[in-house]
T-cell receptor
Framework: AQRVTQPEKLLSVFKGAPVELKCNYSYSGSPELFWYVQYSRQRLQLLLRHISRESIKGFTADLNKGETSFHLKKPFAQEEDSAMYYCALSGYNDYKLSFGAGTTVTVRA | NAGVMQNPRHLVRRRGQEARLRCSPMKGHSHVYWYRQLPEEGLKFMVYLQKENIIDESGMPKERFSAEFPKEGPSILRIQQVVRGDSAAYFC???????????FGSGTRLTVV
């Protein structure tokens, strides 16, 4: 069975401070990991895929297979980063996205 | 490309009525997924459809809920005899096939009064 855990429901940081959103997963095969962002009741937008190894809006995430983690990091948070962030997993031979419960990030001035 | 289009954006129904939620996938996408987001919770998979076929409906309640994706037209998520517990945001996602990224719609927020 596949499972995604985001232990922090709420995260509040000051503008300019580093931010890290934790994501742990369990999956027996080779997973594909994603981070999605949802700004104030809007659609979910793909932020990162682990296979692309990109940095989007200053965010990065590294897949750590040993720790089964895919934490999202940004060195300097901005107010516009305030949003709901979801970690999601899909198997390479699978089709469903399994989502974590989400982390609401609030960046304070 | 207009992206994944969902309508209506907001839907209010009285208990016992039917709710019909529509999803038009991105052009060229033949795979459609429906997810439900309950207040203060993450997204839960409901059903996966390809054109005219239901591939996996394991996340959908056995009663009152049904989904279709006809050869022509949008995918429809239908909820019969709605109850207050059906109030949620329903998101549709589409993709071109396995191995491709998912694109989400803006969702339909269903409120049952």
């Amino acid at each position: 069975a596949q499972r995604v855990t985001q232990p922090e429901k709420l995260l509040s940081v000051f503008k300019g401070a580093p931010v890290e959103l934790k994501c742990n997963y369990s999956y027996s095969g080779s997973p594909e990991l994603f981070w999605y962002v949802q700004y104030s009741r809007q659609r979910l937008q793909l932020l990162l895929r682990h296979i692309s190894r990109e940095s989007i809006k200053g965010f990065t995430a590294d897949l750590n297979k040993g720790e089964t983690s895919f934490h999202l990091k940004k060195p300097f948070a901005q107010e516009e980063d305030s949003a709901m962030y979801y970690c999601a997993l899909s198997g390479y031979n699978d089709y469903k996205l399994s989502f974590g419960a989400g982390t609401t990030v609030t960046v304070r001035a | 490309n207009a992206g994944v289009m969902q309508n209506p954006r907001h839907l209010v129904r009285r208990r016992g009525q039917e709710a019909r939620l529509r999803c038009s996938p991105m052009k060229g996408h033949s795979h459609v997924y429906w997810y439900r987001q309950l207040p203060e919770e993450g997204l839960k998979f409901m059903v996966y459809l390809q054109k005219e076929n239901i591939i996996d409906e394991s996340g959908m309640p056995k009663e009152r809920f049904s989904a279709e994706f006809p050869k022509e037209g949008p995918s429809i998520l239908r909820i019969q005899q709605v109850v207050r517990g059906d109030s949620a945001a329903y998101f549709c996602a589409s993709r071109a096939g396995r191995g491709y990224g998912y694109t989400f719609g803006s969702g339909t927020r269903l409120t049952v009064v």
